[in-house]
């Protein structure tokens, strides 16, 4: 099995860069290794490992997350682009709301499991892209007048002025947001682009890891 490759940075628009210094995008392109299906259920080293970390992450941890640097860092970012990080939470905060609410971590699949896994590990969030369906490196802008949300079938119209990830040819998901459903993961993608977002006050090592998390777990036989 190769290394995963470095995670690389992506770049950012001059307008993005002035009005929110310190906002970065990484990513890193991993070709899938496991011989089950990305939405198919999770191999046992996988599993495992979720339970381990449902044992791990109880009602004590729960309620302290938002206050460590990390989590508390991306609930500061929130507030200062207009979002309440009480209503819609981080996704570290999420995950552990959910482990409460339902008593554990739940599987949802291979890919979606080793993303999970990345978030309770570094609190740092990575989504998942199909490689075939991106052109170019990645990025952070706002919307343009008329743009929608991804390339296939009827894509959503984006309201001018909010913060997306993008690639050459337009907006593949809003910031924190679930990337377009045209450009995810299928059950038999074999290459993926993975990012992270990172915000003031996370350092680079963070994102790295989480990248490099999923990149080395994704490319297990």
Known sequence: MSSPAAPLEGWCSPELERELPGLRLLEAE??????EPLTG?????IQARMRELSSRVRGARAVAI????VP??????????GIDPDVQRTPIEEAVLERMLRGGFLSGGLLADVLLLA???????????????????????????????GRE????????GRLVVADADGPLAELFGEPAPGHRPRSRTSRLRL????????PALYAEEALWTCAASLQQP
Do not use: H
Request: glycine content about 10%.
């Open 195 to 202: 990012f992270a977002v990172r915000v003031p006050g996370v």
């Open 119 to 149: 978030l309770l590990d570094t609190c740092v969030p990575v989504w998942a892209l199909d490689a075939e369906r991106v052109e170019g490196p990645l990025g952070l802008r706002a919307a343009r007048a008329g743009e929608r949300l």
């Open 66 to 69: 938002r206050r460590e640097p």
């Open 153 to 160: 079938g009827e894509p959503p119209p984006l309201a001018e």
């Open 30 to 35: 991993v070709a899938v290794g496991r011989p």
């Open 41 to 45: 259920g999770s191999p046992a080293d």
């Open 72 to 81: 508390a860092a991306y609930r500061a970012f929130y507030r200062q682009v």
